[in-house]
């Protein structure tokens, strides 16, 4: 069975472009460099974000930072997959 992809978008991880997907399954990160990271819905323990522009801002997952555009729909999605996450 294929995940359905429920928003993908670009994004920088420690300071390198890639694709952030989030499918039903979990969060993907892909960049043609290597810092590439996949994290099961299961692995995603705390989410936040900090808006820092009108459109750009930064992701937190577990203690990762990730700088995507409106954060805060990555963070409401992720909370729809997996309900009852801390902030």
Not at 21 to 26: A, N, P, R, V
Request: proline share 2%.
């Amino acid at each position: 069975m294929q995940n359905s992809i429920i928003r993908m978008d670009l994004a920088l991880f420690e300071g390198i472009k890639g694709t952030l997907k989030l499918t039903d399954s979990g969060l993907f990160f892909i960049s043609r460099k290597k810092n590439s990271f996949s994290l099961d819905l299961d692995q995603i323990e705390k989410v936040s974000f900090l808006m820092t522009a009108l459109t750009t801002s930064t992701l937190y997952i577990n203690e990762k930072e990730i700088i995507v555009c409106r954060a805060h729909l990555w963070a409401a999605d992720i909370r729809k997959l997996k309900p009852g996450l801390p902030a």
